[in-house]
């Protein structure tokens, strides 16, 4: 669990950071949305060259890029296999009672390629946008669901809060994990079952701590008055300049363009 990488902001002064927050949020958005419509894995081609170009533009490691895979890792596999397993069509082999089919192994490389793109695009959201920008994006965009008296502030808030919390505790855990192992603990040993029961000591201590920082973050903003329902002021106002409207117009006409593609 060292190393965690995403949900974590590198301070960049490139042209994606400077891209105002509601342009990468909305931009994420309608590339996770077409990203539905492939087809085949030659349609992916366009993402993955896009997703290199903004990974370049925004002079993030590849490396870095590519931890923020780790955590989620065990999904990817998971859910490939039950791609896998359960997919049917012609066999091309058995392994007891399972019947491994090409459909299965086309659908299983399919669907892992878009979990990839996927995390790897909300990973570049999260790298070039800081926690306050976030925040501001975001409820901007909620902004007009206000008038329906939508928590936009709040639930934005939210949002900034819990990812900028994943990489927090990541380290906390694997501080505690390294804590434990001092102590003789081992958690690599056994089959799955035992190493599951295994990390319940683990998770004690990290819930605890969880809650923890949370009233201390609670604290600190209370000390700050922040309070829920009132409005709140900004050191800088964020505004759409030309290179914004210019980006969120080529970005989708790219996902209009790659949408009637599938249908034609």
């Known amino acids: 669990m060292a190393n965690i990488s995403i949900g974590q902001y590198l301070p960049f002064d490139t042209f994606i950071h400077r891209l105002d927050s509601r342009v990468k949020i909305v931009g994420v958005f309608l590339y996770i949305i077409t990203i539905f ?25 590849l490396r870095s890029v590519l931890k923020s895979l780790k955590p989620l ?13 359960t997919t049917q069509g012609n066999p091309v082999f058995k392994l007891g009672p399972v019947t491994v089919t090409e459909e299965g192994i086309y659908r299983t490389g399919f669907t892992i390629l878009r979990l990839i793109l996927i995390i790897l695009s909300t990973s570049v959201l999260t790298y070039t946008t800081s926690p306050m920008e976030l ?3 975001l409820e901007k965009l909620f902004s007009p669901l206000k008038k329906f008296g939508f928590p936009a502030g709040e639930l934005a808030m939210m949002i900034s809060i819990s990812l900028r919390f994943i990489p927090t505790l990541f380290d906390e855990a694997q501080k505690i994990r390294m804590a434990q192992m001092a102590r003789g603990a081992d958690f690599e040993s056994g089959n799955i079952i035992n190493r599951a029961i295994s990390m319940i000591p683990l998770l004690v201590p990290l819930f605890i701590n969880s809650f923890k920082r949370s009233d201390d973050l609670a604290t600190a903003m209370e000390a700050r008055m922040y309070r829920i329902g009132f409005e709140r002021t900004k050191l800088n106002e964020i505004s759409m300049k030309k290179a914004d409207w210019l980006s969120i117009s080529l970005f989708t006409i790219f996902c209009i363009v790659i949408i009637v593609m599938h249908f034609i």
């Open 73 to 85: 890792l065990f999904i990817i596999i998971i859910t490939g296999l039950i791609n896998l397993i």
């Open 135 to 137: 925040t501001y994006g």
């Open 37 to 61: 419509f492939v087809g085949n894995f030659l349609e992916y081609l366009p993402f993955v060259i896009l997703l290199i170009a903004m990974l370049t533009v925004a002079k993030i490691p």
